[in-house]
């Protein structure tokens, strides 16, 4: 079977997920992101690229902060931008998800940016629209959010540059977690050769072994020589599910301090993919701290998408 | 009395109801958006028609679809657009609707487009805001939704060229529908010769054959030798209102399946203004099937909308 | 210490407050204000002094209104606007304001336009955010709100032209209100030399004179002679909050109807920042009269804010 994400010549047509991506189509997103990082510094900042065309962020789940990065990253691209909170409109009145996305596309939509919280959504999706629209997952369920992941990786190569010799540690709750997913796919890829996830048992997904991982359960032990330390989101309601005892006993035993990240390599980098539960995963003195790239990630993150609506604008 | 849609010129100063509307506007409408429907072929899908104009989408009543239809059609004619999600604001801290337009007249709005539960309310505001100023009714009550009208029109037009030679069926809950309201006064004015509704009698408004119809209530009657089947969105608060007694009893009546379309014209196109209940009052099979032209009627939408913005601005 | 809105060589860094704004400055806004008026008369309402620069609108309180004027001065200087509802998003998630900020400064925000309930919210993010960011506080919770006390200002100039022989009337909620405080600062800085407050006690700020106004408890004295009446927006709030006995009452004692007026000076102007409460603080005939100027003050906003902007990003 094809990959849904690649045209018949192997370039990219949809964004879905990092999984079973080629390496090289992750390097050419990489590359291209590079001058867009530069922008920032211009006077005017815009390109023509995607003058005339026209993006639909189609939010079923409702995600401020990452509906803006995408709506920046199109609007800095010169596209006319259509944002859609979907779950509040035509879902409501009884009609198909598929309904709703060949309405819009007969809108001549160019790219459908698609937030669900539907495992497998933007998957739908892209098998359903005409061949000339091209769809970006922005998160579905617990599977996958490939543009963080992507900013992820951009992040990791802009400070240690090689990905071939690193120890890279993710740390929380990998189990309800599409950032983790789309993190682990993109390491193994790009060839970390140790990469490691540390949390408790009951955050852990069965057989996450099998993605290519080393499991700790000892923040200490895991954190060791880390070169990249990537913090997850713990998401409250984990603890109403009684998978954890509470705040701060997580705090105790998995939130990052300065004194723990002693063990780490001394020019270790810290990531979080935010929004930040300050006292919870990580310490203020962390976030804050030298080691901390939380914010240039945010920056790259703009570059990234804008990179990927780029690329397929132009396949 | 003067047609309030009108100048002094009998140009079209507002669009309001199709009511009323000469054949002549009607059909410069649908010749100006002939044009538009090409621009989907083209790399930049921009005009600069409507350059530094501003058009508020004062939308009194939620209804994405529409509202995305107008914003679209407006950054297409490269203007400026504010949503306003006008029942959610000043409304609510008690200011008149006069007072809301008033005050976004004086923000130098150049077109309103507005979406009001209450019949009449487009009408209100047009009989009030500043000459230059122009008013599109994007639905009002009960009362008439003439975009929707006149895509339909360009839908029967592109299809079967000729409205003098035409049989054209609607079919569902007429008392409700503001679109068929449009529809209607668009086909006769337009001469279309044998015009029907094809409803149960809890949903036609009393006395409707005076509006130029023949009325059925029995399907495969009404659709014998039809040319053109509209049919229409039965909403589902009309059950609860206890007119119809079920949504499976109302298919087994109503419901539009291949079947039953047997008895239309060979070359009949199915019409459906969305979004559609699939399985209440149209099946599946029909929906996507070959006689379908639901989704063009979007595409064509987005012309006509341009069309009337580009006509208004120019008068 | 220094003035936290102006940089090092004195120029406008961020608008916060009318309060300790040298009169020079607000003489610069007005003046760069007086073209942006004459906009309205072109074609092409537009111009591209701020093309390629992202302007957020941070409403962490909703105010369609206020974020629409925002919104329409930044598109017809050409930026990038983005409005973030922020109250919705992430302070939900538990992430700070600071934190909100740092992200969205990341993603290379030129200005934000910041609206919150909380009196000194546009401080705090103008004190964290780098230095290329600009800061404008669109309301803080009572604080102030001085793009209104700007475009009250470009009202009074443009009717009178000179402010040091004016008496002015404040009247009502001075207690509550942000935009009389604004108002204040803005008129004793530019050398009102009689401006008066005229509420009941229960509305008025404790040692209100100290602000430079001489306070009156009747309308009627304290309308005599007056060359500007300014009246305020009563809160329904404060009636359920006993402050008052019922809007009747309130209307009989301190409603400004055209009979009450005329005590005041033959050529008065009536002001009002809008929504008006019609027959609580002001009767129709004065809104809508030969003395109300209302509706010009909203136009002249737009303009007010666009040289606000404008300023802002060339310094």
Partial sequence: MRNPQLNAQGELQHLLTIEGLPAAIIRQILDTAEPFVSIAEREVKKVPLLRGKSIFNLFFENSTRTRTTFEIAAKRLSADVINLNVGASSTAKGETLLDTVNNLSAMLADMFVVRHAQSGAAHLIAQHVAPHIHVINAGDGRHAHP?????????????????????????????????????????????????????????????????????????????????????????????????????????????????????????????????????????????????????????FGIAVRMAVMAILAGN
């Fill in 147 to 299: 543009t963080q992941g992507l900013l992820d990786m951009f992040t990791i190569r802009h400070y240690k540059g090689d990905f071939t010799r690193l120890v890279v540690a993710i740390v929380g709750d990998v189990l309800h977690s599409r950032v983790a997913r789309s993190q682990i796919h993109a390491l193994t890829t790009l060839g970390v050769p140790e990469l490691r996830v540390i949390a408790p048992k009951t955050l852990l997904p069965t057989a996450v072994e099998r993605l290519g991982v080393r499991v700790f359960h000892d923040l200490a032990q895991g954190l060791r020589g880390a070169d990249v330390v990537i913090m997850l989101r713990l998401q409250s309601e984990r603890m109403r599910g009684a998978l954890l005892p509470s705040a701060q006993e997580y705090f105790k035993h998995y939130g990052l301090t300065p004194e723990r990240l002693e063990v780490a390599n001394p020019d270790v980098i810290v990531m979080h993919p935010g929004p930040m539960n300050r006292g919870v995963e990580i310490d203020s003195a962390v976030a804050d701290g030298s080691h901390s790239v939380i914010l240039p990630q945010v920056t």
